[in-house]
């Protein structure tokens, strides 16, 4: 049994009767507080606490729902021998990018999954620049992001600089035919570099434009780290753009232990 981390937070609001108070506790922004409690509101669909100006009060059905995951885990710890109290990752961690990106750390996850039997992992699938507003938006714990903007709010871990270029898995290769993301880079700048002369194949889906292009014996404009990890080892052209990915995280996060652990792993 897993309880959803944004229901953890849920207890701990209950006991304070305070989302300042429960934010402190938690290390966390009030705002953010708020912002779940909706969120699990608009879930069950209905009112857990009643807003007064003395703070806030638990509704019936809140005081149910207290009361039923107080019993979850009481039960869980019997069962686990209350694991849950050890160093290990706990509740639910969103992670947000491109699939571009994510794919390249495809062994760190699946590390986490089975290593962390505690904690539920989810992915959501976006540009750099929504997955950073995302994170503001404490929608994502976590973004593997290219390049992103400077936030006061965030952590930006610096992990490696990659680049864009144009590359093939064979020595001789079709010269007629480009496979791209129109994520990576538009068809007008593409004739800029490579003439009218090579048929463009805008692909945005990863696994099949590698596909094809193996299948097509042609050039394909990826990032080379990932040309590298799928033996596209034969770089035909100078670098069409560089990139520095890091991992970001909002700054309140810096201290808390799934942080910390995270962090490490990556």
């Avoid at 429960?22 to 009643?50: G, M, R, W």
């Avoid at 299948?215 to 799928?230: D, E, M, R, V, W």
Wanted: aromatic share 12%.
């Amino acid at each position: 049994m897993i309880i959803k981390h944004d229901y953890v937070k849920f207890l701990t609001i209950y006991e304070e009767l305070s989302l300042s108070k429960a934010a402190v506790k938690l290390d966390v922004y009030q705002a953010a507080l708020s912002k779940l409690l909706s969120k699990i509101e608009k879930e069950l669909n209905y009112k857990l606490f009643i807003r007064t100006n003395r703070g806030i009060l638990p509704t019936e059905q809140g005081h149910k729902l207290y009361t039923h995951l107080k019993k979850q885990i009481e039960k869980w710890n019997i069962f686990s021998g209350d694991i849950s109290s050890q160093d290990t990752l706990t509740g639910v961690i969103r992670f947000g990018g491109h699939p571009i990106i994510l794919n390249q750390f495809d062994s760190i996850f699946s590390k986490i999954i089975s290593e962390y039997q505690l904690a539920e992992i989810n992915f959501s699938f976006a540009r750099s620049k929504e997955a950073v507003r995302k994170v503001l938006d404490f929608d994502l714990e976590f973004a593997l992001v290219v390049n992103p903007t400077l936030f006061n709010d965030l952590v930006m871990k610096p992990l490696y600089s990659d680049e864009i270029a144009l590359f093939s898995n064979k020595k001789k290769y079709n010269k007629k035919i480009l496979i791209y993301n129109p994520e990576l880079t538009s068809q007008e700048q593409l004739i800029k570099k490579v003439g009218k002369k090579i048929k463009l194949m805008p692909i945005a889906n990863l696994s099949l434009s590698l596909s094809i292009a193996k299948n097509l014996n042609c050039q394909i404009l990826i990032p080379k780290s990932i040309a590298y990890n799928h033996d596209f080892r034969i770089q035909t052209s100078h670098s069409f753009s560089s990139s520095k990915i890091y991992l970001i995280y909002r700054t309140e996060q810096k201290f808390m232990f799934n942080t910390r652990l995270i962090t490490n792993l990556f």
